[in-house]
């Protein structure tokens, strides 16, 4: 679930053998949480990305993912992380995908990813538009309803800012 702890989730393989249908609520939503649980700071989309891994390895190489209903706002690194890639602070420690880390980031390894990811597609579905950071931004329209107070979305909004710019 968002916060690490096992949970049963699956997803749909579709009739061509190479689609996978996912749906990101499924292990990183909002209901698998209580309401005192939620704190986008602490939650991880890692759910997810062991959901792709999981595709990947039965042969999957296109992806449709819904992204409505998550309890995160960690960018993906969480899902990242779930498939190689290791988020690095300045001292090359190693970070966990949340929302905390994002503004820790100073580097991306990505020596240990999936080698099956250069050959997949991926189409992410959702029913809005949001630029990543700002005043309309994800943590200020999102993260309120994931649990964030008004200082937790001034860190995650500063967080995804500094995440992008290490991204570029």
Do not use: W
């Amino acid at each position: 679930d968002p916060l690490g702890r096992p949970v049963c989730a699956s997803y749909v393989i579709l009739e061509d053998g190479v689609t996978a249908v996912l749906e990101m609520a499924v292990a990183s939503g909002l209901p698998l949480l209580a309401p005192a649980d939620r704190n986008p700071l602490k939650t991880s989309t890692y759910g997810t990305g062991q959901l792709i891994a999981d595709a990947l390895c039965r042969g999957c190489r296109k992806f449709l993912i819904g992204i409505g209903g998550s309890a995160t706002n960690d960018a993906g690194m969480g899902l990242l992380e779930a498939l190689g890639y290791r988020f690095l602070d300045k001292h090359s420690n190693v970070l966990r995908g949340c929302g905390e880390a994002l503004g820790q980031v100073a580097s991306i390894d990505v020596s240990l990813i999936n080698p099956l990811l250069a050959e997949s597609e991926f189409i992410v579905a959702c029913d809005v538009e949001a630029p990543l950071y700002g005043s309309k931004g994800a943590a200020c329209v999102f993260a309120p309803q994931k649990g964030a107070d008004s200082v937790m979305v001034q860190s995650l909004d500063m967080g995804l800012r500094h995440f992008s710019e290490i991204v570029a």
